[in-house]
Each structure stands twice: as C-alpha cells, then as structure tokens.
C-alpha cells in the first residue's frame, strides 16, 4: 500500500530547493537560474557569457559540468526531507558536441532515490533560437547529509 505524497510537504521542499539555489554563490556568479523545480527534476538556465568560454568560444567544460552537477543535486534535494541537506558523491560526464548557444539548460533528474544515495541522469542542452544541441550527459550520485 502505498501513501499519497502530503503536497504541503512537496511544497516546502522544492521552496528549499530555491532558498538552497540563492545561497549558492558559484551559481550566482556564473549568472545561472532555476528555470524549473519539480520533484525529482531540476533545470537551471545559464545565459552565454564571454567570460565562461574556453579559447575557441565555446561554453567551458568546467562550467557545463558544474551546472549539469548542481542540476542533479537540486533535482536530488527536492526529494529530501526537511533538515537533510546534499553533496555530490561522484560524477561521469560524457561531452558530446560543443557547447556552443545563446544559453544553455542543464536538467537533472533522480534516476534512484535512496535512503543514503540517490542518483540522478543529467544533461545540458546548448540554445541558438529555437534550436538545441546535446552538448553533455552525465550520472551523478548525490548524497544525503546533515546540514554544516
């Protein structure tokens, strides 16, 4: 048997999904923002800045694979109970075209929640219009922690 999900609770944790995103600061930095919160799916949007590509124009590894990363401990911590807060245990990324766009959307979702490891599909498109490109898709394994 199981027990319908309380929407109050749903609520109150994707609202700590955008308090945690605000405090984050790298993402501030980068520019990024919470383009979707579900529970177990997160996007975070990033628009293209000069100052995040590497030598050829493209958007650089290390920040496709930091917002891809915090899009799959977001989509992870929506699924997380008051009071528990979430790291990154491990990743593998997979680049598959450059990530070349107006803007790129990173989305992760929870593939397997657990009581200690939950562990999520991720992705980041690259936007030019209304075309997109899979540039990157990746699993990464969140783990569940008591806040610092």
């Known amino acids: 048997m199981s027990v319908a999900p309380d929407p109050r609770a749903a609520q109150a944790a994707l609202q700590r999904v955008h308090d945690s995103f605000a405090r984050q600061t790298v993402m501030a930095a980068f520019g990024a923002r919470l383009a979707r919160v579900q529970p177990g799916q997160v996007d975070i949007e990033l628009p293209f800045r000069a100052d995040l590509c590497q030598q050829n124009g493209y ?15 977001y989509a992870a911590f929506s699924l997380f109970e008051a009071g528990e807060d979430v790291l990154t245990s491990e990743f593998k990324m997979n680049f598959l075209a450059p990530a070349d766009g107006e ?46």
């Open 59 to 73: 958007l650089h590894a290390g920040i496709s694979t930091a917002i891809a990363d915090s899009a799959g401990g």
């Open 103 to 148: 803007r790129f959307l990173a989305t992760g979702r929870v593939l397997k929640p657990g009581r200690r490891l939950t562990v999520c599909q991720v992705e980041v498109q690259a936007w030019r219009g209304q075309q997109s490109t899979l540039c990157l898709v990746g699993l990464m394994t969140a783990v569940r922690v008591a806040p610092r």
